[in-house]
């Protein structure tokens, strides 16, 4: 149902009452922009964006996290927490400009808990849209057909594998699948070599799960693997290395896979 936002106010963080808001009701799925300057704010944007206000009392946004809380018409809090940009937190690059999304919001979760926010697909963010990816748009947009498992370049990834790891699926394109290789890296002062696993993905694609497994023999895996550097790239993919948790040792084997669930 249409939304009535009259007497939804902004109590901490930043100062907004939406009586003084351009726009006094909110239609189901859509979103509205709340921005410190509109000019400079449209300048990096662009025009055309729902901007309905902007922060009253010369209040704003801190990098660095604040408490955010927002009261409805009989002073009942709608949500009251403090998000931060340090770990657990989503922790972006700094100057990246990747902004804080919450994710699948259309499921209610709650904005207190560090796990139920990601980075931004891109810099900047996505004001006033929602920057997810979608397997069926993503699949018409690159041309592709057929069900999740067709192959259509013969490159050995199906579709749903294109998808997740931010390839195309009518272009030949083997080099997407994740590579292994053991590698020196230092854990906790002293220099080990490792098992690891290099694969770029489809950030912020929540309509399915990437799982890093580690196994000894190939008959059981688990995730008891560690990220160790994420890369978020111009195409709004990420890279991202992952580590055994344990260094090689002698002739002991070692496996690594990515498993994809839609």
Same mark, same amino acid.
């Given at each position: ?87 657990? @937190?989503?922790?972006?690059?700094? !100057? /990246? +400009?990747?902004? $804080?999304?919450?994710?699948?919001? =259309?499921? #209610? ?28 748009? @993503?699949?018409?947009?690159?041309? !592709? /057909? +057929?069900?999740? $498992?067709?192959?259509?370049?013969? =490159?050995? #990834? ?105």
């Amino acid at each position: 149902a249409t939304l009535e936002l009259t007497g939804l106010e902004f109590t901490a963080g930043i100062a907004f009452d939406f009586a003084d808001g351009s726009i006094q009701t909110l239609d189901p799925g859509a979103r509205m922009l709340i921005v410190r300057n509109v000019a400079a704010f449209q300048s990096r944007h662009g025009p055309g964006l729902p901007i309905i206000g902007t922060f009253a009392n010369g209040t704003s946004l801190s990098n660095g996290g604040e408490r955010l809380a927002m009261i409805d018409n009989f002073g009942n809090a709608i949500f009251d927490f403090t998000y931060n940009n340090k770990s657990p @937190w989503p922790n972006p690059p700094a !100057g /990246s +400009g990747l902004s $804080l999304v919450l994710i699948q919001p =259309d499921t #209610l979760p709650s904005p207190s808990l560090p796990g139920n926010w990601r980075l931004s697909r891109l810099p900047g963010g996505s004001p006033g849209a929602d920057d997810r990816p979608y397997y069926v748009a @993503w699949l018409a947009a690159n041309g !592709g /057909s +057929g069900s999740e $498992l067709n192959d259509q370049d013969d =490159d050995g #990834l199906v579709n749903l594998l294109e998808y997740a790891l931010a390839s195309n699926p009518v272009q030949f394109s083997a080099g997407a699948l994740p590579t292994v290789a053991v590698q020196s890296l230092t854990v906790g002062g002293l220099v080990g070599d490792y098992l690891t696993i290099i694969f770029r993905w489809q950030f912020g694609a929540e309509d399915i799960a990437l799982h890093v497994e580690f196994s000894a023999a190939l008959e059981t895996w688990d995730e008891t693997g560690v990220l160790v550097t994420t890369t978020h790239n111009a195409d709004g993919s990420t890279t991202e290395m992952w580590r055994s948790e344990a260094p090689i040792a002698g002739a002991v084997s070692q496996f690594a896979r990515v498993r994809v669930v839609k």
